[in-house]
């Protein structure tokens, strides 16, 4: 299994982005995870999704501001950030496991991060 991260940038405070995770390959790894790491610091969980049911976990941090989704005909799961602050700067990373975590040692794939970052 094959995981690609994208989607990625420089934008101003209050801005959005959209970052897609797609992946490739089978696998009975049914959740799929975004996780964030700021330089210096441990790799932090922002949203998860359940790809059969589609529900969905947040960080307090994010909640309200950000998004989760899945298209699973296209095996990509999307996560659509508003509101942006420089806080939420850092490298975003997707993964995949068997269950809905937020703790990375859940993830059985991981795919290369995507640098976010928020301007002031």
């Known amino acids: 299994v094959q995981l690609q991260a994208s989607g990625g940038g420089l934008v101003q405070a209050g801005g959005s982005l959209r970052l897609s995770c797609a992946s490739s390959?089978?696998?009975?790894?049914?959740?799929v995870t975004w996780f964030r790491q700021a330089p210096g610091k441990e790799r932090g969980f922002v949203a998860g999704i359940s790809l059969p049911g589609g529900g969905t976990i947040y960080a307090d941090s994010v909640l309200g501001r950000f998004t989760i989704s899945r298209d699973n005909a296209k095996n990509t799961v999307y996560l659509q950030m508003n509101s942006l602050k420089p806080e939420d700067t850092g490298v975003y990373y997707c993964?995949?496991?068997?269950?809905?975590?937020?703790?990375?040692?859940?993830?059985?794939?991981w795919g290369k991060g995507t640098q976010v970052t928020v301007s002031s």
């Open positions: 993964g995949r496991g068997k269950v809905i975590t937020t703790t990375p040692d859940g993830m059985e794939y």
């Open positions: 390959g089978s696998t009975f790894s049914n959740y």
